[in-house]
Nanobody, 132 residues
Framework: QVQLVESGGGLVQAGGSLRLSCAASGRTFSSYAMGWFRQAPGKEREFVAAISWSGGSTYYADSVKGRFTISRDNAKNTVYLQMNSLKPEDAALYYC?????????????????????????WGQGTQVTVSS
């Protein structure tokens, strides 16, 4: 079992930056792949970024590539999403998600990390609002 708590959301002007954090409970955090997703009102939940259990592999949605950076600190059981050059279209409720991945499943990150259905554990979300 993993419990996730997001923080760091808020109101920022377009062009500004925010850093989201997701604190995880549990002793096996380093065994979990982590993802960030977002959902705007009236829209489906969409993939933002994912990171492998070791931090060695990262993936991004095309819409955030070059502006957002996902990272993790396994010693602190925390995953981060640094968001720069924010745009009004980035406004949404941001969720972090976790999934235990067998280290032998070498293709999970490329095949599954973008799919919300592949993650078993979710936080409650943190709101990001971007003013134009």
């Amino acid at each position: 079992q993993v419990q996730l708590v997001e923080s760091g959301g808020g109101l920022v002007q377009a062009g500004g930056s925010l850093r989201l954090s997701c604190a995880a409970s549990g002793r096996t955090f380093s065994s979990y792949a982590m993802g960030w997703f977002r959902q705007a009102p009236g829209k489906e939940r969409e993939f933002v970024a994912a990171i492998s259990w070791s931090g060695g592999s990262t993936y991004y949605a095309d819409s955030v590539k070059g502006r957002f950076t996902i990272s993790r600190d396994n010693a602190k059981n925390t995953v981060y999403l640094q968001m720069n050059s924010l745009k009004p279209e980035d406004a949404a409720l941001y969720y972090c998600a976790a999934e235990w991945v067998d280290p032998r499943a070498l293709n999970w990150m490329t095949a599954s990390s973008r799919c919300p259905q592949e993650y078993a554990y979710w936080g409650q979300g943190t709101q990001v609002t971007v003013s134009s």
